[in-house]
């Protein structure tokens, strides 16, 4: 007989996952893997939608509050009944349309004046950067900017561009800027008040 030694068994931690002695890590990332994706994919999954069936007939009559069954067939959002230029967007922007000088304004331009009554205005701001905005018009003789709403720096120089006339100007302590256009069609800025 001779000398030599058995051959030597590799530990687990070495022999291919195939094999039966394959290591405690592997198995465990794979167990780990699979709870993963199983969580992932209850997550992204939604389940169908159901009916409510009412269990009673609607009433005829507009003016009844409706019974519990036809409110859980409403929509869950109801779309909003004001005029698009009254809801509040990005505040940097705001957009009027007036027909006359008593309709509602809200944002930080206000038309003052129509260039003609009777047809409608509107008056369309944009405040880009520091001290920068773009105004467009229709049908507007005179407005105003409400500097109080709007993130201006005072006391520095402010860029216009109104219906494509560029000015520049100053803001200094001034909570409200007032223009006019002009019998030429230019806008001017109104007295400082």
């Known amino acids: 007989m001779s000398n030599t ?14 094999e039966p002695g394959a290591s405690w890590p592997q198995y ?12 992932i994919l209850q997550l992204t999954s939604t389940p169908a ?13 507009p003016t009844s509050e409706p019974s519990i069954d036809e409110l859980l067939l409403l929509p869950k959002t109801q779309p909003s009944t004001a005029p698009t230029h009254l809801l509040p967007r990005d505040p940097n922007r705001t957009q ?3 027909s006359s ?29 520091q001290n920068e905005f773009r ?7 005179a407005f105003t900017i409400d500097l109080a709403t709007l993130p201006v ?12 006339q560029d000015m520049t100007l100053t803001t200094e302590r001034q909570s409200f800027i007032h223009f006019r256009r002009t019998a ?10």
Do not use: C
């Open 28 to 39: 465990i990332i794979f167990a780990i893997l699979l709870i993963f994706v199983a969580v």
């Open 96 to 98: 009027v349309e007036i």
């Open 135 to 141: 105004i467009d018009t229709v049908n507007v003789e």
């Open 5 to 18: 030694p058995p051959p030597v068994h590799s530990d687990r931690s070495t022999s291919p996952p195939n």
């Open 184 to 193: 030429a069609g230019i806008w001017e800025q109104e007295s400082k008040q």
């Open 153 to 164: 720096l005072k006391g520095r120089m402010m860029i216009l561009h109104i219906d494509g």
């Open 101 to 129: 000088l008593a309709d509602q304004q809200t944002g930080w331009l206000q038309i003052r004046q129509q260039s003609a009554f009777g047809k409608t205005s509107t008056a369309q701001g944009h405040y880009a950067d």
């Open 49 to 61: 939608p159901t009916k409510i069936k009412p269990t009673s007939q609607p009433t005829s009559n």
